[in-house]
């Protein structure tokens, strides 16, 4: 028997992991260079969270997945013309920088007003889902703090794995030190779940449900409110990028024996 | 003024490292502002924990029993709560083990705060706190100040000395309910120590990278050969293992996997950033996503077949050039 469940997908972009990037100061404080150039992602933890989802949601009739998004809406258009394939949602936006260096209580305030604006929204059957980490800021911080904004206070972060009970009971999977899990059961929903990269694999391109989901999504976009994240005092002195380079010995034609060797005295040093 | 620092205790009631790290220095903290250091500690039993810190000089205070033996987020947070309000701090350092990371960020909502996490560095200046963290997944450092106070802070393990002062410590015991909380913990799910190829505490990191599955000279994959060479090395030296993604990813790709890697073995842009004194990484390329997966290992050795690997030069202090196939059959005979 399964669950009715309303999950929430916090998750934004993030510039493509390939990418070199480079800070540089501005009025406002350090931005990437060329950032408004740079090709953006969806997160990679975000996607996880997202692909979860919408397989938990397959399984649970009656579910509804939102994807809530705090992101310069261009970018975020650009970005979902390819998302909105991969899986079933309803966009959320809120127009604002996506910057790693924006304040993580800032984009929680933001993200949990968004949420409490979503129409058909039972937040008692809410499960909210984000990535525990993020390609940008990297906190690991943002869905404690829109949980505890929401008053969800059954949390989970570094999930691997989240199996339904007949009973409608959560088991979960966290990552802990040392490669091992922590299982934990609870009762139901609400609850907050920071995923790792989960079990999925990326789903593959559907463009009937890009279809879809754009015809909902295109909207959203368009309606995006301008997000206000301008109430920290958070300060950088500098932004820097490591400065370290190694003087690389190249070791080339040299007996496969002598390689070895060297590199076991080096283990064993 | 006040700085708290907090810890929870292991399931044998001790310290881990990366918390007595943490003390050393939210102690420097506390002197170089001027203020108060008070040493907050939750777990199952915390006498053992309090005695091994005691002569740091601080307040103590603890929140323990059976249902603080195990991580949860909402007890966690309840007992922080509590300790903090018990001595409304300036200042919240933590060490940022996946125990307080779930937990302390809700902390700084509780309090009307704000939160810094992944700290690798904290100091004093002119008495007020300056933070360093990474942004953008390793890939720049900045250094930030803010107003907003309390400051809830969690550090990284490997930014400082452990804290080395035993003594005694008297222990203010607060008591809080945690009867509505809904989520119980029902165990660990640990590999055996044989099959445990992820050591956080392993001398060495051993990063296998996708060429162990490509085609090699006889035009053939040798998959189960790569294995049983990674294996052998990994029980020859307990080093941790590493992933590069492209690796882990080659499952969803169809392509032949080496069995024992997941994704919790994944290192660099988007996996983890261990710290390790020292790192070999095998048949690996690539630049900025891998470098980032080394940031933290200080003595960096690496076996590829590029001389001129963008990844290598530059970024690890030897690269060997040659197939790793036969130089780590070599090396797993040397060691025995």
Same mark, same amino acid.
């Given at each position: ?36 150039? +740079? ?16 397989? +938990?949601?397959? @399984? ?207 283990? @064993?040093? | ?317 030897? +690269? ?17």
């Amino acid at each position: 028997m399964g669950s009715e469940f309303h999950i929430v997908v916090c998750g934004s972009i993030v510039p493509d992991p390939l990418q070199t990037l480079a800070p540089q100061d501005g009025p406002a404080g350090p931005s990437l260079k060329n950032e408004m150039m +740079l090709p953006a992602v969806l997160d990679p933890w975000a996607g996880h969270a997202l692909f979860e989802a919408a397989n +938990l949601a397959a @399984k649970n009739p009656g579910s509804q997945v939102w994807l809530v998004s705090l992101g310069p809406k261009a970018k975020l258009q650009q970005v979902m013309m390819s998302v909105s394939q991969k899986a079933p949602f309803q966009l959320v936006v809120a127009d604002g920088s996506a910057s790693g260096f924006t304040d993580a209580y800032e984009t929680a305030k933001v993200l949990a007003e968004t949420i409490e604006g979503i129409g058909g929204l039972d937040r008692s059957k809410m499960l909210l889902f984000g990535g525990w980490q993020s390609a940008s800021r990297g906190s690991g911080a943002v869905i404690q703090m829109v949980g505890e904004l929401l008053g969800v206070t059954e949390q989970f972060q570094g999930v691997d794995k989240l199996t339904v009970g007949g009973d409608g009971s959560l088991e979960v999977l966290e990552r802990v030190e040392g490669g091992a899990y922590q299982k934990s059961v609870v009762d139901g929903a609400p609850a907050a779940f920071g995923w790792a990269t989960g079990e999925l694999p990326e789903p593959p391109n559907n463009p009937q449900v890009g279809m879809q989901n754009m015809q909902k999504n295109m909207p959203a976009l368009m309606q995006a409110k301008p997000a206000d994240l301008s109430g920290t005092s958070l300060k950088f002195s500098s932004v820097e990028l490591p400065k370290q380079r190694r003087e690389t010995r190249i070791v080339k034609d040299v007996p496969v024996d002598e390689m070895a060797k060297e590199i076991v005295e080096w283990i @064993k040093g | 003024m006040t700085v708290l620092f907090l810890a929870h205790t292991e399931c044998d009631n001790s310290l881990h490292k990366s918390a007595l790290e943490t003390l050393t220095a939210a102690k420097a903290l506390a002197d170089g502002m001027g203020s108060d250091l008070v040493v907050g500690l939750i777990g199952a039993d915390v006498a053992e924990a309090a005695g091994t810190i005691g002569g740091c000089d601080a307040k103590f205070y603890a929140v323990s029993g059976p249902e603080f033996a195990d991580g949860r987020y909402a007890s966690d947070l309840t007992a922080a709560e509590a300790i903090a309000k018990a001595c409304s701090p300036e200042v919240v350092v933590a060490p940022a083990t996946s125990r307080f990371s779930r937990a302390l960020p809700g902390l700084a909502i509780r309090l009307d705060g704000r939160v810094d996490t992944h700290l690798s560095g904290l100091a004093a200046e002119d008495g007020k706190p300056v933070a360093k963290r990474w942004f953008y997944r390793q890939r720049m450092e900045g250094t930030l100040t803010r107003d907003e106070r309390p400051w809830v802070l969690t550090l990284d393990s490997g930014c400082a000395e452990p804290f080395d002062g035993a003594g005694a410590a008297d222990v203010e015991a607060l008591s809080v309910d945690v009867s509505s909380v809904r989520t119980k913990v029902a165990g660990m799910e640990c590999a055996s120590e044989d099959q445990q190829t992820i050591r956080p505490d392993a001398d060495l990191l051993f990063v296998a990278g996708a060429g162990w599955t490509k085609k090699q000279a006889d035009g053939a994959t040798h998959v189960p050969e790569a294995e049983e060479t990674i294996r052998v090395f990994l029980d020859a030296t307990k080093a941790s293992l590493g992933s590069s993604k492209s690796l882990v990813d080659i499952s969803g790709e169809g392509g032949a996997v080496i069995s024992f890697l997941t994704h919790m073995h994944q290192v660099g842009q988007t996996g983890a950033t261990p710290r390790h004194p020292k790192g070999l990484s095998t048949c690996c390329h690539g630049e900025e996503p891998h470098v980032v997966g080394w940031r933290f290992i200080k003595e960096r050795r690496a076996i590829n077949l590029d001389a001129g690997c963008g990844w290598a030069q530059g970024k690890c202090d030897v +690269l060997y050039v040659g197939d790793a196939f036969a130089i780590m059959k070599k090396v797993n005979e040397l060691l025995g």
